[in-house]
C-alpha cells in the first residue's frame, strides 16, 4: 500500500463491528500498514443486539439467534473465543394462528410450501378449495418474468392466496415485518423464482434440491438455529474486546462527508475533522443519504422506508400459566383481529435462557398497517398482548417483570425493484466517491449472518481499493 492508509467504519452493529475486526486483522497479517477507527454515534455498540440480564434472565431485545447453516456467524464465535458457548435452539411444535385457534405447522413444509402432501392435506388450515388451488403448483406452467415482481404475487400465482395469506405469509412478514405484496422477490427470496424456471414447480424444486427430512416418532427434529449461552450482546462485547485499543469512538457521530482531492474528510459530532482514504458506511440508508446530501444519486434511498416494530419479554412464575401449549411458538396471520404478530416460548425455544420453575414469553407488535402501536406505552403494550396471548393460553397472574423494546424505523424494506435501485447507487458511488462501501441490513440482507457477509465484503473492497 506504500504509506499508512486511514479507513473509517461508521456505524458499530454487527455489519460495522465485523469490518473494523477483519479490517485489522488483515493488517496485523499482511504488515498492511492500515489504521482502521470505528465510529459509533450511540452509546453502544452491537446496534440491534441487545442482550438483557435480570434475576436470572437472558432476554434478547433484538434478535435471539442466527441460521447455523449461514456459517459466518458461527465462525465469528469462534474467532472471537466463543466457540463453546454456542448453544442450539430447543425444538418443538410450531403453530400459526388463524381464525382465533392454533393450527400445527405442517411438517414438511419449507417457509410455508409443502414438500409433503399428507400433512398438507389433513391440515386444519386450509379448505378443502384451497389445498386443490396450492396443489396446481404441481401442474401450472412457469412464468418467465423479465425483472423484479412481489412475492406475494408470485406467491399467490404459484399456491393461492389461501396458503399465502394462512401459511407463507406470516412466516416471511416474521422475518421482514413487511408487506409482502411490495417485498421485492429478487431482494429476499430468488432461489424461490429460480426453482420454478428449473423445475416449472416450487413443490417439485423444493423435493429435488432441499432434503427436509421426515419427523421419526418420538425424537425432535435437528435444530436449525444456533446462539450463545449469555446472549449475542457477548458476541458484540467479545469482537470489541478484540479491536485495537484506541480505535473504538463510542458516542461520537459523522454529520457530514466531504470529497477532497486526497480522500475524504468526515465532519464528527465533535466538531473536528477526520481524514479518511476509504470509508465503510454501516449504516442505515437514510443516514448514508444524510451524510452525502450534496449527491443526487441518493436519491432513491429517499424512497425507501423502514417499519417500525416493537417487542415485549414477560416473566412469569410457571404457576401463572394454566394453558400452556405444547410447542416454542407461533405467528399470526394476516387476516386475524390480533395486534401482535407472533409469539416465541423463550423458555422452551432457548431454556438456558430462563431459571427453573420460570416461564419467558416475547411477543412482537408492529405490522405495515399498525404502527400506532410501537409508540404506546409499556404499560398499554403489556395489556394489549396479554389480552392477545389469553385468548390461546390461560395467564392468571401479571408479569414478574416485562421488558419492551422499540425499533423505530429499524426494519428495512426490500420493495419491488430493491435490486435495481442499489445497483444504480453503488455504481455512481464507485465514480463519484471511490473507496466509499455500503454495508448492512439497508442493502443486501437483515439476517446476523448476512450482516456479517457484508462487512466481510466489504474489507475485501477496502483493501483491493487501497492495493490499486
Not at 417499519?307 to 400459566?321: E, K, L, R, Y
Not at 414478574?400 to 429499524?410: L, N
Request: proline fraction near 4%; aromatic fraction near 8%; charge should be positive.
Amino acid at each position: 500500500m506504500g504509506q499508512k492508509k486511514d479507513v473509517v467504519v461508521i456505524g458499530g452493529g454487527i455489519t460495522g463491528l465485523t469490518a473494523a475486526y477483519y479490517l485489522q486483522k488483515e493488517a496485523k497479517s499482511s504488515g498492511k500498514d492500515m489504521n482502521v477507527q470505528l465510529m459509533e454515534a450511540g452509546d453502544r455498540l452491537g446496534g440491534k443486539i441487545h442482550t438483557y440480564q435480570k434475576d436470572g434472565f437472558t432476554i434478547e431485545r433484538g434478535p435471539d439467534s442466527f441460521l447455523e447453516r449461514k456459517e459466518s456467524a458461527g465462525r465469528l464465535a469462534r474467532e472471537v473465543g466463543l466457540g463453546s458457548e454456542l448453544v442450539p435452539n430447543g425444538t418443538g411444535q410450531s403453530y400459526i394462528l388463524v381464525n382465533g385457534r392454533l393450527h400445527k405447522m405442517p411438517s414438511g413444509s419449507f417457509m410455508g410450501i409443502p414438500t409433503r402432501i399428507r400433512p398438507f392435506l389433513f391440515s386444519g388450515l386450509f379448505t378443502p378449495a384451497g389445498k386443490v388451488r396450492a396443489a396446481m403448483d404441481l401442474i401450472k406452467s412457469k412464468k418467465t418474468v423479465e425483472g423484479d415482481q412481489s412475492l406475494g404475487l408470485f406467491f399467490r400465482r404459484r399456491l393461492g392466496n389461501q396458503v399465502v395469506e394462512n401459511l407463507v405469509e406470516p412466516l416471511l412478514s416474521g422475518i421482514y415485518a413487511g408487506d409482502i405484496d411490495r417485498l421485492s422477490m429478487q431482494a429476499t427470496f430468488p432461489d424461490f423464482y429460480d426453482l420454478e424456471q428449473e423445475y416449472g414447480s416450487l413443490i417439485k424444486g423444493l423435493r429435488a434440491t432441499r432434503k427436509i427430512p421426515k419427523p421419526v416418532k418420538g425424537q425432535k427434529k435437528p435444530s436449525a438455529f444456533r446462539t450463545l449461552k449469555r446472549g449475542l450482546g457477548s458476541l458484540v462485547d467479545a469482537v470489541e474486546d478484540h479491536l485495537e485499543p484506541g480505535s473504538v469512538h463510542k458516542g461520537t457521530g459523522v454529520d457530514h462527508i466531504e470529497k477532497k482531492e486526497e480522500g475524504y474528510h468526515l465532519l464528527l459530532s465533535n466538531g473536528t475533522v477526520k481524514q479518511a482514504d476509504a470509508i465503510v458506511l454501516a449504516v442505515p440508508h437514510f443516514v448514508v443519504r444524510r451524510l452525502f446530501s450534496q449527491y443526487d444519486f441518493f436519491e432513491p434511498f429517499k424512497e425507501k422506508n423502514a417499519t417500525s416494530v416493537a417487542n415485549i419479554a414477560m416473566a412469569f412464575d410457571a404457576s401463572a400459566i394454566k394453558k400452556d401449549i405444547d410447542g416454542t411458538g407461533f405467528v399470526v396471520s394476516r387476516n386475524s383481529d390480533f395486534r401482535i404478530t407472533a409469539c416465541t416460548w423463550t423458555h422452551k425455544k432457548w431454556p438456558h435462557s430462563t431459571p427453573d420453575g420460570k416461564v419467558l414469553l416475547r411477543c412482537y407488535v408492529g405490522k405495515p398497517d399498525d404502527q400506532e402501536v410501537v409508540d404506546l406505552s409499556d404499560e398499554q403494550i403489556e395489556a394489549l398482548v396479554l389480552k392477545d396471548l389469553n385468548k390461546t393460553m390461560n395467564i392468571t397472574a401479571a408479569p414478574e417483570f416485562s421488558v419492551v423494546t422499540r425499533w423505530h424505523h429499524g426494519m428495512p424494506q426490500y420493495k419491488v425493484g430493491h435490486k435495481d435501485r442499489l445497483k444504480h447507487v453503488t455504481e455512481e458511488m464507485a465514480e463519484h466517491l471511490p473507496g466509499v462501501y455500503l454495508a448492512g441490513g439497508s442493502f443486501y440482507g437483515i439476517g446476523l449472518p448476512d450482516c456479517i457477509d457484508q462487512g466481510e465484503a466489504a474489507v475485501r473492497k477496502v483493501v483491493d481499493y487501497l492495493n490499486n
